[in-house]
């Protein structure tokens, strides 16, 4: 089984940036996802980004497209999810899950993922 590790959040001012990690220890299966999805206060966990394993391919929210961009270190087992331009709204809880599978247009889609990190918590000041 996966366990997973997110760091990284902390308090910004809004319009500054943040990275978050994911780090993953366990068995790694091939062809796998990682994403990211955040929990704002009294809201529901909504997707953010996810990237493919095999080819690194990646898929974003509309809300955070040419802001936040995710990456990988598979040497580091190490997810990464760069956020420029944060917005008080960005505000709330970030997790990492994985997936056993590469997930297409299914990527944000919480039930779709196997196994979840605690997650990391990120306050956006205005």
């Known amino acids: 089984e996966v366990h997973i590790v997110e760091s990284g959040g902390g308090l910004v001012q809004a319009g500054g940036s943040l990275r978050l990690s994911c780090v993953a220890s366990?068995?790694?299966?091939?062809?796998?996802?990682v994403g990211w999805f955040r929990q704002a206060p009294g809201k529901e966990r909504e997707g953010i980004s996810c990237i493919r394993d095999r080819d690194g391919s990646t898929a974003y929210a509309d809300s955070v497209k040419g802001r936040f961009t995710i990456s990988s270190d598979i040497s580091k087992n190490t997810v990464y999810l760069q956020m420029n331009n944060l917005k008080p709204g960005a505000t709330g809880v970030y997790f990492c899950?994985?997936?056993?599978?590469?997930?297409?247009?299914?990527?944000?889609?919480?039930?779709?993922?196997?196994?979840w990190g605690k997650g990391t918590q990120v306050t956006v000041a205005s």
């Open positions: 899950a994985e997936a056993y599978k590469w997930l297409g247009g299914g990527w944000g889609l919480e039930p779709n993922y196997d196994c």
């Open positions: 366990g068995f790694v299966y091939d062809d796998h996802a």
